[in-house]
């Protein structure tokens, strides 16, 4: 499958265009179909984890983090010297979208077996 980074830069216009107009569910398909394609630039990846995050869909926040994980170690195989800041970046909000849901889980819980009773 060959990728065309224009496809994929002009899809992040439109989803930005999107947010804008508070179309989110629009923005995430047009995110997510760059993440789905290995987009090497950063801004799907930061702006759908920010999305997520701020759904509290902890899952989906983990998923495109750990997905960028593995795209930019490549670019910093590749000598891409400039994808270790980003890859530093996205280990660091991975461990802290892990430490939220494990924290969360507990409470989780509690309200479900509050409501089975």
Same mark, same amino acid.
């Given at each position: 499958?060959?990728?065309?980074? +224009? &496809?994929?830069?002009?899809? +992040?216009?439109?989803?930005i265009e999107f947010? &804008?107009?508070g179309?989110?569910?629009?923005?995430?398909?047009? %995110?997510?179909? +760059?993440?789905?394609e290995g987009f090497k630039?950063? %801004?799907? %990846?930061?702006r759908l984890a920010a999305i997520y995050k701020n759904q509290l869909d902890l899952d989906n926040e983990i998923r495109v983090l750990e997905k960028a994980i593995i795209v930019y170690?490549?670019?910093?195989i590749e000598d891409r010297i400039e994808g270790l800041p980003k890859l530093f970046r996205f280990k660091n909000r991975l461990e802290k979208?892990?430490?939220? &849901? &494990?924290?969360?889980?507990?409470?989780? +819980?509690?309200?479900?077996k509050r409501k089975q009773n």
């Open positions: 499958m060959e990728i065309n980074e +224009n &496809k994929q830069a002009e899809r +992040n216009l439109r989803a947010e &804008k107009a179309e989110i569910e629009k923005a995430i398909a047009l %995110y997510e179909e +760059n993440i789905k630039g950063n %801004y799907s %990846y930061d170690e490549a670019i910093t979208a892990i430490e939220t &849901k &494990k924290q969360l889980k507990p409470k989780n +819980n509690w309200q479900n």
